[in-house]
């Protein structure tokens, strides 16, 4: 995480400070203040930026952003992480922003801009209060120009808006700013997908090898036939590009008739996952595990791979492994009932209906 503030640094014209822009008084002031940094200040300064406020019409904090020691985390959502990509782009672009062309400081045309005060109801605009330590600014963030670059914008507590070379994305929702990627295993990495319900009905679907085009039905009896290929194979995928539509703590759920569901992967990485449906949220959690890493080298050394190549297929998979349980653990998603339901199937979901006597 480090790095990535480091790099963020680097690529700023001029760091991030916590200044407040100079209303101009006058037509020179307001020409002085043309092709200027919104935010001048000392490089070093973006790298201790530690938390970043959105805010919007009605005073309403959408999503406060607390940079922790490993990542960021979104606070309305109970610390879970915040998409850093998202949050890095945001401030990067205040801290190039540059004024192209001084606007008004008469608050009866700010509306026209969309820089009004967050207070009223029906503000258009977005404020971003930014914060290091106990010294803050804030930024409303306008309406994007017409017919030309740039986004309108005024610091907080200023008479004076501007506009500048860039424009800003900045989701107004704390779901926006989540990390909202739950996991993403590709079909072909899927060695078995297992479904279990609490009655003990269970569908297990298999391949062989990854080079085998099909999963295969497991107990299909000879007088039934499947749906479809792609009924079956459609398992497979049901963690592909998995994302949340909300997220709280795992404890605070009931996980007792929950759906178990296994995947194991051809590199044997084995992910654990509960489905339970609460009134109208369609919820999981998931945990990883895999082998012994002395199992994989092993087995490399038998096909005869080399050891280094062995250990570093190990260390791969552990570290697929830690990265899914520090992301997930201990986490309830919420997820599509559609995404839902393909998780939760039975066997005779995947067959041809019995044909009548």
Not at 132 to 156: H, P, S
Not at 255 to 276: N, P, Q, Y
Request: proline share 3%; aromatic share 6%; charged share 25%.
């Amino acid at each position: 995480m480090k790095r990535n503030f480091l790099y963020l640094a680097v690529v700023t014209v001029a760091a991030l400070a916590i200044v407040m822009l100079v209303t101009p008084e006058d037509d020179s002031a307001a020409k002085s203040a043309v092709d200027k940094l919104l935010l001048p200040g000392i490089s070093e300064q973006i790298n201790d930026v530690d938390r970043v406020e959105i805010v919007t019409a009605g005073d309403n904090t959408a999503a406060t952003l607390i940079r922790a020691e490993n990542f960021w985390q979104v606070e309305q959502m109970g610390g879970y992480r915040a998409d850093w990509p998202k949050v890095q782009a945001l401030l990067a672009a205040l801290a190039q922003a540059r004024v192209l062309e001084a606007k008004t400081d008469k608050p009866e045309y700010y509306a026209r801009l969309g820089v009004e005060d967050i207070a009223a109801a029906d503000a258009a605009s977005v404020l971003v209060r930014i914060a290091i330590g106990d010294q803050a600014t804030g930024i409303l963030i306008g309406n994007e120009a017409q017919g030309r670059q740039g986004q309108y914008v005024r610091l907080q507590n200023a008479a004076g808006s501007a506009l500048v070379d860039r424009e800003f994305d900045v989701p107004a929702t704390s779901l926006g700013w989540a990390d909202t990627r739950i996991i993403d295993i590709n079909a072909s990495e899927v060695a078995e997908v297992e479904i279990i319900h609490p009655a003990a009905e269970r569908l297990l679907v298999t391949k062989v090898s990854a080079d085998q085009t099909d999963f295969e039905l497991a107990g299909l009896s000879p007088d039934r036939e499947i749906k479809s290929s792609w009924a079956v194979n459609s398992l497979g995928s049901v963690f592909s590009m998995l994302n949340m539509q909300t997220v709280k703590p795992g404890s605070e759920v009931d996980w007792t008739e929950a759906v178990k569901m296994r995947l194991l992967m051809f590199s044997g990485v084995e992910i654990l996952a509960d489905l339970v449906q609460q009134g109208d949220e369609y919820l999981i959690r998931l945990h990883a595990s895999h082998p012994d890493a002395s199992v994989l080298r092993a087995e490399s050394e038998e096909s005869g791979d080399e050891t280094a190549s062995a250990g570093q297929a190990a260390a791969d998979v552990t570290q697929q492994v830690e990265d899914i349980n520090s992301k997930a653990g201990g986490w309830a998603y919420g997820i599509s009932e559609s995404k839902f339901e393909a998780m939760v199937k039975k066997p005779e979901d995947l067959l041809k209906p019995l044909e009548s006597s």
